[in-house]
């Protein structure tokens, strides 16, 4: 498997109506991280959390040279220098399902397919590994910086930038598999190739369903 680190920042919560403005990737084979910082289309659409969590402004968003659009490719291209094929790939982040969402459904905007098949979350790892070493504790406070402090993780870069961030979920997961955490468990199929299975499988049913005068030979 090929294995690579990932983290967006957007400007909202919603893959259909709001944006990445940043995008970072670490590639574990080798250990080269790529950052994209993205100009936005749509400045009305941006949600003021988002604005201070990454302590940015629309301002910044709009000054920056390239859309994601223009870069899609880029990063298309960096990830598939692996020469690997997408069931191959592990992206692996934090609290996955934010940016798969936001990969699989921005690159279909743009009519791309995001180049990995298969996902890891970090933020599950870290529950089951919590488990194991405080099992009375019910709700663990799971978000990446608290997760960092616990584990006493040495972080000295500010979190809530994607480049940042990437880092520091690189270190959390290396913290989590020498503490012997399987990471097998936490490999799973994105929910686009889900979906697409499915389909596979009812149009193959449907394909393959010998009609009723067959069966009955009416």
Partial sequence: ???????????????T???????????????????????????KSVQPQALAI???????????????????DDINAFIEEDKGSPNERVIIAHNYSFDQRFCEKIWEKYNKTFPANMWECTMAMSRKYIKTISPDEKRPEVKLAVLLNRFGIKQKEPLHSAAT????????????????????????????VIE???QNITSNDTEDDPSMSEIFDF
């Fill in 1 to 15: 498997m090929k294995f690579y680190l990932l983290d967006v920042e957007t400007s909202g919560l919603d893959p």
């Fill in 17 to 43: 109506i709001h944006e990445i403005t940043e995008f970072s990737i670490i590639r574990c084979s080798d250990l080269v991280q790529k950052t994209w910082y993205l100009k936005i289309n749509n400045p």
């Fill in 54 to 72: 990454t302590n940015k402004s629309i301002k910044e968003l709009l000054s920056r040279e390239k859309h994601l659009e223009d870069v899609i």
């Fill in 165 to 192: 961030d990437c880092r520091a979920t690189f270190r959390l997961r290396d913290f989590l598999l020498r503490q012997g955490v399987k990471e097998i468990q936490f490999i799973k199929k994105s929910k686009r």
């Fill in 196 to 198: 697409k299975e499915k």
